[in-house]
């Protein structure tokens, strides 16, 4: 008996593999099994990302594609509700949500374990120059059981961000030496402040949710520090959040 199938269910079916195959396995990208902990998915990502962040491989186009792989395989896997989506309906599942509004990357995760601000990979003295906010240093407390097995801590922070506002502002201002004459072919010779012109500029506060990773058997002492989530200057970089 021969059986006559429509031509346009084998293109249908053909479609549906080519997509299932073009889908990333989340899990491989972040290295862990499928039955993963919060905590395991964390800790394969604060590895691996720092490991192929671009300012650690200038000019690696590989490891740029590694990096946002790992980021999006982290959004996605990090929360439970999104985490369930992909395992029922994989990446398509991820994208349906996202267009009807349910929310979902665009996020920074690598900046809640590290700072958002040059965390000093390509750390030269000639940025030494710019002004700099003040460093923040917070002490925190881990338990016994928190050393012993290791754990994440969610730590919330509300900071001043600068962001553009209208209009002009004085900026870099500095010391100039000024001369006049005086008559008699006398000078006077006197100091003057002279300032740029810069794009104004005003303080906004700005929520940070950040991820302290308490290693097992971490030492009394050892500090965290999140580059760039310090107090901010207004004409220059912003210093550090220290724990």
């Known amino acids: 008996m021969k059986i006559s199938v429509p031509w346009w269910s084998l293109v249908v079916l053909l479609s549906v593999c080519l997509s299932a195959l073009a889908e990333k396995d ?3 990208i972040l290295g862990v099994k499928r039955t993963a902990t919060t ?4 800790r394969a990502y604060r590895k691996l990302a720092l490991k192929f962040h671009p300012d650690h491989n200038p000019g690696d186009k590989t490891a740029e594609k590694k990096f946002h792989e790992l980021g999006k395989a982290y959004e996605a896997l990090n929360d439970d509700e999104t985490r369930q989506i992909y395992d029922r309906e994989g990446e398509e599942g991820l994208k349906n949500r996202q267009n009807s509004g349910g929310g979902g990357g665009g996020g920074d995760p690598f900046s809640s ?5 040059g ?21 925190i407390e881990a338990t016994l059981e928190e050393i012993y097995n290791g754990e994440f801590v969610e730590i919330v ?8 506002a209208p209009g002009k502002r004085r ?5 100039e ?12 010779l006197f100091q003057e402040e002279v300032c740029d012109k ?12 950040l991820e302290i990773e308490i290693e097992v058997g971490v030492r009394h002492e050892h500090v965290y520090k999140f580059s760039g989530e310090g107090e901010p200057h207004i004409d220059g970089e912003p210093g550090d959040l220290v724990f």
């Open 171 to 175: 900026c870099n201002c500095r010391a």
């Open 157 to 164: 922070r509300y900071k001043a961000v600068a962001k553009e």
């Open 177 to 188: 030496m000024k001369t006049q004459m005086m008559g008699g072919g006398q000078f006077q």
């Open 26 to 28: 989340y899990y491989k």
């Open 198 to 209: 810069c794009p104004n500029k005003k303080f906004v506060t700005e929520e940070r949710r």
């Open 119 to 139: 965390f000093g990979f390509n750390n030269n003295q000639g940025s030494n120059e710019k002004p700099r906010g003040a460093d923040v240093t917070v002490v």
């Open 39 to 42: 905590k395991e998915i964390k």
């Open 113 to 117: 374990f590290f700072g958002g601000f």
